[in-house]
T-cell receptor, first 110, second 114 residues
Framework: AQSVTQPDIHITVSEGASLELRCNYS??????LFWYVQSPGQGLQLLLK??????LVQGIKGFEAEFKRSQSSFNLRKPSVHWSDAAEYFC????????FGAGTRLTVKP | DAGVIQSPRHEVTEMGQEVTLRCKPI?????LFWYRQTMMRGLELLIY????????DSGMPEDRFSAKMPNASFSTLKIQPSEPRDSAVYFC????????????FGSGTRLTVV
């Protein structure tokens, strides 16, 4: 069965610092992998996706993620965090029955 | 495109009452999904449709929950009777094809059962 683990429930970074959010997955075949962001009171917005090809994928808002099959990971990164990046971030795996991780809440310190 | 539209945004109801949540997917999308989000359980897939046909409802918690998609532009999720533990945010999402492009989510319906 497919599953997603986000080990960090809450992360705090200073504005301008780099960010890495961790995601590990379990999937029986080549996975479709996604990162979504959710601001308070809002729905989820797709940041980026991977299903084949280059293992480093670029997304919106300056985010990128790297697929590492050997580690079953798909970590999200951003070189310089902005205060507006404070939100909840979800990693997801699957296609027609997408499963989500528990989420990582990002707090940005001024 | 207006995106995925859900109504109502907020719903407060008394225990035992029937609740109906509504969703209009993006035109041209052939998959529609209902998710429930709670602090304790996170995002749970309840049911999804392909071309208006329910494909997998294994996530529906119990018989009190039912979902329909009478046409390509409308779906409902009904809870009857509602219970306080049904309080959650319910999201509808849609996509085209087999989901490789990701899902587009609505803004959700926050349901409170008192």
């Amino acid at each position: 069965a497919q599953s997603v683990t986000q080990p960090d429930i809450h992360i705090t970074v200073s504005e301008g610092a780099s960010l890495e959010l961790r995601c590990n997955y379990s999937y029986g075949a080549t996975p479709y992998l996604f990162w979504y962001v959710q601001s308070p009171g809002q729905g989820l917005q797709l940041l980026l996706k991977y299903f084949s090809g280059d293992t480093l994928v670029q997304g919106i808002k300056g985010f990128e993620a790297e697929f590492k099959r050997s580690q079953s990971s798909f970590n999200l990164r951003k070189p310089s965090v902005h205060w507006s990046d404070a939100a909840e971030y979800f990693c997801a795996v699957g296609n027609n029955d997408m499963r989500f991780g528990a989420g990582t809440r990002l707090t940005v310190k001024p | 495109d207006a995106g995925v539209i859900q109504s109502p945004r907020h719903e407060v109801t008394e225990m035992g009452q029937e609740v109906t949540l509504r969703c209009k997917p993006i035109s041209g999308h052939d998959y529609l999904f209902w998710y429930r989000q709670t602090m304790m359980r996170g995002l749970e897939l309840l049911i999804y449709f392909n071309n208006n046909v329910p494909i997998d409802d294994s996530g529906m918690p119990e018989d009190r929950f039912s979902a329909k998609m009478p046409n390509a532009s409308f779906s409902t999720l009904k809870i009857q009777p509602s219970e306080p533990r049904d309080s959650a945010v319910y999201f509808c999402a849609s996509t085209q094809g087999q989901g490789r492009v990701g899902y587009t989510f609505g803004s959700g319906t926050r349901l409170t059962v008192v």
